[in-house]
């Protein structure tokens, strides 16, 4: 553990996120992702929800104020206007946590399956809620 | 995830438990342990407590019966009768989990640390509490 | 060997069936198939026959209800609505041991083949009975 | 699969064999002996019993002849002169099998683990009777 | 060496023949052919003879039956009906040793190329007889 | 880059002070120090001085409070009490920035060469202030 | 470090510098720029800012003359006519320090991403000003 | 050193050389090309001069007879017929060494590049001479 | 294959003999010799008899002449003057090949072997006939 | 090739001196020297003399103060007082070229060789006069 540095970031997820630049993009995965098949490394991460992670990023992390959308999540099979609890709770998060304000964009369920294949990483939580995944874009410092 | 199986077991950690045999021995650490430099492999666990870890260990992994001391915490510096909570913690979830009864034994802090280094593997636990450590010995299954 | 874990699931087999996600696919082969070099992963299961790994895997992996075809195997050649025995027999197993009934679709033998090159591992077992193959799709643990 | 080779030889067990030399040693081990941390390789062979292996392996691994001990198992402990079931079994085999005649020699408990050790590989297998374990010295091809 | 199976048969080799499967190919190549740049897996055999390692691969490979041509070698150039010595004698050996007859099929030097390129392995032989170079298809063991 | 953590901490770094357990050590050299040949993981930052990478390091490591000496630096050969300007400057900085307050003791050059021998990691410096070298262990956080 | 060699010129840089040839490119990268993601191999240089790093690379590497833009940076976006500071910065290092006089020539912001995809390393500094990124191609030595 | 083996023939190098095959290509670099960077494998020669290196290949290596053009070499940019100082003594040591007499043809700049991205591999020489550089087919040896 | 050099001398025997330097040692193995695990690196040639290999070897590599024993066989067990036909053998291609005239010398067995895992490299052959066994001083080219 | 640095400064060379530190020492080995099972790294540079790299080396590595012997060479076998034309030769160059001055020692022959073991690097050229090695330590840079 590191004084002021929020213990859920474990050494390969504080590599990541110390490594990525403007414009690079993390996954936050719930515990049904197939984190492992989808492309980028895979940080393991099951013992904590998808809302610790997040809080947990965003309190190193910038997020990208270059583009609308720098948190993006799975839209409802068929309901693309509904807002899964999970995703309330990250809209919360963002709002208390990040260093810039965003509203969180939904993505097509395919379309967030493309995007993901070329993030940095995946962060493969336990979260067991339904759609718990979201998609950051990382900003700048000046 | 798999069905009947605690999610807290993560692929590697799974892994390392079905491939340690009869006297082969695990690591629990808490999140001040230097995991990574004792010399066993490391299996990062940072979102779950020990307690978690060792209630989802013993669900699938039996403790020996061939030797009176199965499982192993550091004992208190200067006070080597002390229980730490996290110790008193460990008994009741043995007593309720294992497959056989077995009482903690403590060992001198040293002799844990020489102990744990030739362990099968150490799992690097987000435990906070006090000497959060125990090493667990792999029983057979008949 | 674990408590309450088919011992048939070997620590390689074990780790993949984890750190496979929703939507991902695992083949079952027979000691005929090519499985080292379709590409995905070869794990090894000699001494088992297709239909034990088949109700190994199903004890713990959860078939996927997302979609009609959660389980595929390759149609005879020249004759796509014949049963071999080995496919009655993974029905059987299917309708006993899986969490969700699934009716196992036949796929040509080439697509067969294609589709066996996406997936997330391939276990070659050392079934000898022909057409001794099936494809089963990852679900969703709530 | 090939022609006239016992297919539980896998690939790996099969690339064993044929690279041991005179004296290389190999251990056939039950399901709970601790192939993965002992030292030398481990090949998995959870599927067959230590009986299928012992048989596959002399099928065409000769045994030493320039030693009065080409074969070891591990004594009952406390009963050195007992004869497990499945030791009876191993003798069967060998007489059957093995291009020169041989009796097991049992060997303490630890000298047995210590032996194990310094052998070229061990293969792991899904034997379940006690004492499922032998070590076999190579021998020469004239 | 092992019993029963042909010394010329080298730990690699065994390995790659027995992880073929239905329908993966194997190239004997001749001491010019390009093994180690063609991409396959280049398993050297410097010592012996192309007829050599044919007479010993057929020996525990069986010839697919699936396809016409199981056996192809290179036509020689600008005169595709001639049959080269090595040619000769590799159908020679097929129709002695190979478990299923078949009738060596000639392709274009650049298709046999090409279809080496996808092939499970290459042995590189000491062939010294110009054409000396064979793809067998791998059959099917009942 | 990353919010709120000293940018000098590069990905690599933070992923070795974030993996340090209790009692591990790191060593702060500087540019003449043969960190490449001492043993441990040789972690280049050739841009700063040894005064910047103690400062980075101290904002997020707690120093160890279980032992007298948890920041050693290198005597002066033959003035084993004097004290180098980088000694006076690591002092300093400890003063300001360290999580409990620490004495800098000294070591006898050798001494130091051996207990460097046995860090969890080197960080090379570009320091080129004689005697720039120091080594820290690393404490709890409760 | 080495006798008239800058030291920032840490080894792996060195090596780069020195492997490529004639026409191959380095990029400098600010620290926000992702060059852990770009492609080519990153290079660490955390504590040193991009003019740093570009002074002691041009003062072993030579630019190239077979080509009138040998230095490239990014264009402002939607100013492609500004230039920055440390752009200004650069175009006076290399008019002091270049074996050959170079006008610096812009590229729009993704041609820039681009052409940085296709260097032979990135040299990650710790630039903090805006548009600190330069590419420079390599010369010919007579 | 090997006896009769010119000693400018280094472990890698000659292991390429006898790997290779009837048609591989071999391209002997000068000082300033490229060579980490085209693609096949580089082995350094920095301490000899191309036309030592052609020398000492030819010595071992067959010319291709089947091909008009088993040299290759890049034409002066702008004046393809001219004979830079480099190719003339290429030319030379071809006629003086060579198992076979072979015209050098040249290639324009851009092929030549191309052709060396699908060599076998590259040796990147210390040739300081400008257009130092040949591409050689190797032969058969009967 | 390459000119006046013996196609026997596979592209890693080549190398590794060009690799030895003054006093390195390298042992041709007959087919029984436990080459994979005496520990140096083990070269197949399981197609040439030692004989072969030593006079190709011999045709290529200095013998020592620093010492009085640069060839060593094994002694005949219970023998130790008897002169097996393969040592004889030997002995005459030395007499042809050498660069330097050696008298063959005797080491009892396991003084063979704990020379044996001394040497550079270990080629093992297919040698059939008993003591086929040879160590070899690399010397000096003047 | 770089400006201002020796073009026979290879990059793994280059790469070898900037990282080596204070203390550090490398062998410059003449072309029988075994540098490949000494133990140190090897770095080829067969075309160049051993005086041609002394120079290369001492051009940009300072040599050790700190020390009597900053520079060691062989003592002839039987003469340890005589001086080898090549040893000659290397006292002319460090007189010429390094930074301090510095007197050849002899070492007896096999105490060279326990000095090389513990080398930073080896450096293999193909040096053809005999006692052509010397071991330099490096010195500091203030």
């Known amino acids: 553990?590191?004084?002021?540095?929020?213990?859920?970031?474990?050494?390969?997820?504080?590599?990541?996120?110390?490594?990525?630049?403007?414009?690079?993009?993390?996954?936050i995965a719930d515990a049904n992702f197939p984190g492992s098949s989808t492309g980028p490394d895979c940080i393991?991460?099951?013992?904590s929800s998808a809302s610790e992670?997040?809080?947990a990023i965003?309190?190193?992390?910038?997020?990208d104020?270059?583009?609308?959308?720098?948190?993006?999540?799975?839209q409802v099979v068929g309901e693309p206007e509904a807002i899964p609890e999970a995703v309330a709770d990250f809209q919360t998060i963002i709002d208390e946590v990040?260093?810039?304000?965003?509203?969180?964009?939904?993505?097509?369920?395919?379309?967030?399956?493309?995007?993901?294949?070329?993030a940095f990483a995946i962060v493969q939580t336990g979260e067991r809620r339904l759609y718990g995944n979201i998609?950051?874009?990382?900003g700048v410092i000046a």
Chains 1, 2, 3, 4, 5, 6, 7, 8, 9, 10 share one sequence.
């Open 1 to 27: 553990m590191l004084r002021n540095i929020n213990p859920i970031l474990s050494p390969d997820l504080l590599h990541a996120l110390r490594a990525m630049g403007h414009g690079d993009e993390i996954v």
């Open 98 to 118: 990040a260093d810039n304000g965003a509203q969180i964009q939904g993505l097509e369920r395919f379309a967030f399956y493309d995007r993901a294949a070329t």
């Open 135 to 138: 998609i950051l874009k990382k």
């Open 44 to 47: 393991r991460a099951d013992g």
């Open 53 to 55: 992670v997040l809080r």
């Open 58 to 63: 965003l309190s190193v992390m910038p997020l």
């Open 65 to 74: 104020t270059f583009v609308p959308d720098p948190a993006l999540t799975m």
